[in-house]
């Protein structure tokens, strides 16, 4: 069996799932409903579980001293190969499970990163993924050169295990700022990209993970992205045109889905992509109202929001999946628009069929009319790109045909009437200095 090099995770590894709850904290309703999918998401086969409930997590071993003998016995029984935790550990605990059960050990963050690993497809998905591995995995190096320990001393006594550990962290280190620097190269050219987009109005969608974002960008965009139902389908940017009017479109843009406890090296790392939300114009955040989670995946949504600094941004609560929703449901569904925030407005969709497309679009081009400004500029006839411009970029009023040229009246959006402009300066007064 060949096991994935970004975590030594393997796929088709049986696995045995263990949750602590800690009292006081609120669980889902299945504590081990999404732990199970994610494992299985990355191609192991579940083959058992155990959930403990704890006051506070064991310093040594995050588990009971109890639940560890139990774990190894179950560990031996099922004949698993790996031990994966809902738990973040750290590096000493994670070392301990894996001696006392004599199997591998992998947590939430390191399943969660080695999802990301195996979906990365653009370079800069790559990039971002090794980094936040890479940063997760330097304090955990020790646990690599335990077969050198015994040569390890005190003050003085620096055996060729520590040396080869601290080489082995110089690597790494040396690796992760180069990782850094090409990420910032590539961030320098999204600038680009979004002054280039500057005049267009963008639209990013957001949402839990598997909440049916692509889905619903196939259907605005008329698009055919990927879509699977699995978790982190999508880690990289795409965006899509939507044609929301005849003589008028807005820009889409989907990226990686949120999850409760991101690990936060990846958030860290996904920093550049995450920023698309920061430069859009208008929030679509996508719930899947068929979830029992739903309004726990909306906080969540906007937890991350608020690391955005986006919490303040125009936002429209998309509830999808309206379809899959059973009738003993629905009241239960219908009560989540009682939990927007002032910022938010709701509407109940399907992505699959359809349903509330046609109220999302009209209420968009409301709100793009809203924000145009009137203009009326004498055209001369040897400028019929100007008047191509305004048919294409607005919304053609009236054209009244002179001797001179075309008198146009029309409505355009302001970055659009700025690009007018640049294009046409003498059609202009110049505009009055803003006083104060």
Not at 32 to 43: D, N, S, Y
Not at 304 to 321: I, M, P, S
Request: net charge neutral.
């Amino acid at each position: 069996m060949q096991a994935d090099n970004s975590s030594g995770f393997a796929k088709n590894e049986r696995a045995l799932i263990v949750k602590a709850t800690i009292k006081g904290r609120r669980e889902i309703e299945d504590p081990l409903a999404e732990i199970t999918r994610l494992a299985e998401t990355a191609g192991a086969i579940v083959v058992g579980s155990m959930v403990q409930n704890l006051a506070r997590p064991h310093p040594a071993t995050y588990i009971g001293k109890g639940k560890v003998t139990e774990l190894a016995s179950l560990s031996q029984s099922l004949d698993v190969d790996v031990v994966i935790t809902d738990n973040d550990l750290s590096p000493a605990q994670e070392r301990n499970l894996e001696k006392l059960t004599e199997r591998k050990v992998v947590d939430r963050s390191q399943l969660i990163m080695d999802i990301f690993s195996r979906r990365a497809r653009t370079r800069q998905a790559k990039l971002q993924v090794e980094l936040a591995q890479l940063k997760y995995s330097l304090p955990r190096l020790k646990r690599l050169w335990t077969h050198l320990s015994r040569y390890e001393g005190g003050i003085g006594m620096q055996g060729p295990g520590e040396t080869q550990l601290e080489e082995d962290k110089r690597i790494v280190r040396t690796r992760v700022q180069k990782l850094e620097r090409d990420l910032r190269d590539l961030e320098g050219q999204r600038e680009a990209s979004f002054l280039h987009r500057r005049n267009e109005f963008v639209i990013a969608l957001v949402g839990y993970t598997n909440a049916g974002k692509s889905t619903l960008l196939n259907r605005l965009t008329g698009s055919e992205e990927l879509v699977e139902d699995k978790l982190f389908a999508t880690l990289d940017t795409r965006v899509r045109r939507w044609l929301v009017e005849d003589n008028r479109h807005v820009l889409v843009s989907d990226t990686v889905g949120f999850i409760r406890e991101l690990p936060h090296h990846l958030v860290a790392s996904f920093q550049a992509t995450l920023t698309e939300t920061q430069y859009a114009d208008l929030l679509f955040h996508v719930v899947d109202a068929s979830s029992t989670e739903a309004l726990q995946q909306m906080k969540t949504v906007r937890r991350v929001l608020e690391d955005l600094e986006c919490q303040e941004k125009e936002t429209w609560v998309l509830f999808n999946k309206w379809d899959a929703i059973p009738p003993d449901r629905l009241p239960e569904a219908r009560n989540l628009s009682e939990h927007l925030l002032p910022r938010e407005r709701a509407f109940e969709v399907s992505a699959v069929t359809s349903q509330g497309i046609p109220a999302i679009r009209e209420a968009l081009v409301d709100r793009l009319h809203g924000k145009d400004r009137n203009l009326e500029v004498l055209i001369p006839h040897s400028r019929g790109e100007i008047l191509a411009y305004i048919r294409e970029n607005g919304r053609l009023l009236s054209t009244e045909y002179l001797t001179e040229g075309a008198l146009v009246k029309a409505a355009m959006s302001p970055a659009r009437l700025g690009k007018l402009r640049t294009l046409y300066p003498e059609g202009f007064p110049p505009e009055p200095p803003e006083v104060g």
